[in-house]
């Protein structure tokens, strides 16, 4: 398996702009998480589904931000308009989540810069 | 809901030496608490995880100890060497306990430096 996929890697766009992230998770796993790491606040949880259905959306900023999972193959998480302070580095992570927890794989990442 | 503290948020230490890194948790139902090692741009990897009916987990020269009692769980490596030199996060999950989906809640993260 390639393991988790994210597009783009690198997205830089001005402040306004509409910024659409993408996620393959790993085949297989029925639970996908967004997160955001800045230097400042760490590694945050923006949301995650569960067999594509959005369990906890309560870590997503405000309504600028926006993710759907529309089969369990793909996600997006989308920001519109985008702002300055929306500039992180964004994970994409899956795992097949039993009742005793297990591991979440994280894709690249995509480095978001607002300018 | 859970809450995960780590300390130290920075730890230096010579080569050889032995670095511990340790978290506690809130929520007592959690029941599974891994660590990630995230080195410079890059993503974060499990390094090692333990599950809350084993009291401690090793593998080479990293070992971790749960105490479900005080809640608190403790990454342990020895022998450090300079490519030990990253971001460790700790984090702790209810798997589908609860509610949970398996959501991760992580430690804010320990910057470890290994001189050589």
């Known amino acids: 398996d390639a393991g988790v996929i994210q597009s783009p890697r690198h997205e830089v766009t001005e402040m306004g702009q509409e910024v659409t992230l993408r996620c393959k998770p790993i085949?297989?796993?029925?639970?996908l998480f967004w997160y955001r790491q800045t230097m400042m606040r760490g590694l945050e949880l923006l949301i995650y589904?569960?067999?594509?259905?959005?369990?906890?959306d309560s870590g997503m900023p405000e309504d600028r931000f926006s993710a759907k999972m529309p089969n369990a193959s793909f996600s997006t998480l989308k920001i519109q308009p985008s702002e300055p302070r929306d500039s992180a580095v964004y994970f994409c992570?899956?795992?097949?989540?039993?009742?005793?927890?297990?591991?979440?794989?994280f894709g690249p990442g995509t480095r978001l810069t607002v300018l | 809901g859970e809450n995960v503290e780590q300390h130290p948020s920075t730890l230096s230490v010579q080569e050889g030496d032995s670095a511990v890194i340790k978290c506690t948790y809130s929520?007592?139902?959690?029941?599974?608490f891994p660590w990630y090692k995230q080195e410079l741009g890059k993503r974060p990897q499990l390094i090692i995880d333990?599950?809350?009916?084993?009291g401690e987990k090793k593998d080479q020269r990293i070992a971790v100890t749960l105490n479900k009692t005080a809640k608190h769980f403790s990454l342990h490596i020895t022998e450090t060497q300079p490519e030990d030199s990253a971001v460790y996060f700790c984090?702790?999950?209810?798997?589908?306990?609860?509610?949970?989906?398996?959501?991760?809640?992580f430690g804010k993260g320990t910057k470890l430096s290994v001189k050589p």
């Open positions: 333990i599950r809350s009916n084993v």
């Open positions: 589904f569960n067999n594509n259905v959005p369990i906890d």
């Open positions: 984090a702790a999950s209810l798997g589908s306990l609860g509610g949970s989906q398996g959501n991760l809640i």
């Open positions: 929520d007592s139902a959690s029941n599974y």
């Open positions: 085949s297989g796993h029925n639970s």
């Open positions: 992570a899956s795992s097949f989540t039993t009742s005793g927890g297990n591991e979440q794989f």
